[in-house]
């Protein structure tokens, strides 16, 4: 599609007029009305406004010309996994599980690898393969290419540990210590938890990008562990295979 039919449909979608999106992007309708009639095009300013109001990128406003690729990890860039800058701008460089909130997420390739291995594996890849693959792709990657650059001298590594040892300091009866955490989306995982009211309710940010790991029980075969943490709340449940029968344990902010 041309920009005047995605900016056309994206408003469309939101139930927005013309005037109620000039107002929100700082434009006026004459603006938006000659957008949409293909008499020109937003400036690269007004596409970012465009990209953080309707959550998509740039690319996508201009008619997705070209393939995006997670310049971490390598995955394909979809606009619903595309990570954020700690502004809220939508950063078309960097998938949610590598970046998230201005931070990038991992700083050890081999950390990123023996991630992505099990999900390659699962789209019929062995592991041998897989691991090829990541060991040739990494290295080519922006992210990789300019490590020192654009890493942060291990400040979200250290944040990472901290989450562990408030995770560890819980003493869950149960859950194994906690050694390390990863990126998870919360689109991914968020359960919803039944309450004693009878209803269920979800407690994680669908578009939120979180630490933290699964784990099986020490104490009861068949039960697995979800801890999930950001700089606001700590999430420890329990669940069975393909997280049937949740219980929420502990929901605490920090």
Same mark, same amino acid.
């Given at each position: 599609?041309?920009?005047?039919?995605?900016?056309?449909?994206?408003?469309?979608?939101?139930?927005?007029?013309?005037?109620?999106?000039?107002?929100?992007?700082?434009?006026?309708?004459?603006?938006? =009305?000659?957008?949409?009639? %293909?008499?020109?095009?937003?400036?690269?300013?007004?596409?970012?406004?465009?990209?953080?109001?309707?959550?998509?990128?740039?690319?996508?406003?201009? %008619?997705?010309?070209?393939?995006?690729?997670?310049?971490?990890?390598?995955?394909?860039?979809?606009?619903?996994?595309?990570?954020?800058?700690?502004?809220?701008?939508?950063?078309?460089?960097?998938?949610?599980?590598?970046?998230?909130?201005?931070?990038?997420?991992?700083?050890?390739?081999?950390?990123?690898?023996?991630?992505?291995?099990?999900?390659?594996?699962?789209?019929?890849?062995?592991?041998?393969?897989?691991?090829?693959?990541?060991?040739?792709?990494?290295?080519?990657?922006?992210?990789?290419?300019?490590?020192?650059?654009? %890493?942060?001298?291990?400040?979200?590594?250290?944040?990472?540990?901290?989450?562990?040892?408030?995770?560890?300091?819980?003493?869950?009866?149960?859950?194994?210590?906690?050694?390390?955490?990863?990126?998870?989306?919360? =689109?991914?995982?968020?359960?919803?938890?039944?309450?004693?009211?009878?209803? =269920?309710?979800?407690?994680?940010?669908?578009?939120?990008?979180?630490?933290?790991?699964?784990?099986?029980?020490?104490?009861?075969? %068949?039960?697995?562990?979800?801890?999930?943490?950001?700089?606001?709340?700590?999430?420890?449940?329990?669940?069975?295979?393909?997280?049937?029968?949740?219980?929420?344990?502990?929901?605490?902010?920090?």
């Amino acid at each position: 599609m041309d920009t005047k039919e995605v900016i056309y449909n994206l408003r469309m979608q939101k139930g927005m007029s013309q005037e109620e999106l000039a107002e929100k992007i700082m434009v006026t309708r004459q603006a938006v =009305s000659r957008w949409e009639n %293909g008499e020109t095009v937003p400036n690269t300013d007004t596409l970012k406004l465009l990209s953080k109001e309707f959550n998509v990128t740039i690319n996508t406003l201009l %008619g997705a010309p070209k393939q995006l690729i997670c310049q971490c990890c390598g995955m394909p860039l979809e606009d619903k996994v595309v990570g954020h800058d700690g502004d809220g701008f939508l950063n078309e460089d960097y998938c949610m599980w590598c970046y998230a909130d201005g931070n990038f997420t991992y700083s050890n390739m081999d950390d990123l690898i023996s991630v992505c291995i099990p999900h390659l594996v699962s789209q019929g890849f062995s592991e041998e393969q897989a691991l090829a693959h990541m060991k040739a792709t990494l290295p080519t990657l922006e992210y990789w290419k300019k490590h020192n650059e654009l %890493g942060d001298n291990g400040k979200y590594e250290m944040f990472k540990l901290q989450l562990i040892d408030e995770i560890n300091g819980l003493h869950i009866p149960g859950l194994p210590k906690v050694e390390k955490l990863n990126a998870l989306v919360g =689109s991914y995982v968020n359960l919803s938890y039944p309450l004693p009211s009878g209803i =269920s309710a979800k407690f994680l940010d669908d578009q939120t990008t979180y630490m933290g790991c699964q784990l099986e029980s020490e104490s009861e075969r %068949g039960k697995y562990f979800g801890v999930l943490a950001n700089v606001d709340i700590i999430v420890v449940s329990t669940y069975e295979e393909e997280g049937k029968n949740p219980e929420l344990l502990v929901y605490k902010k920090r």
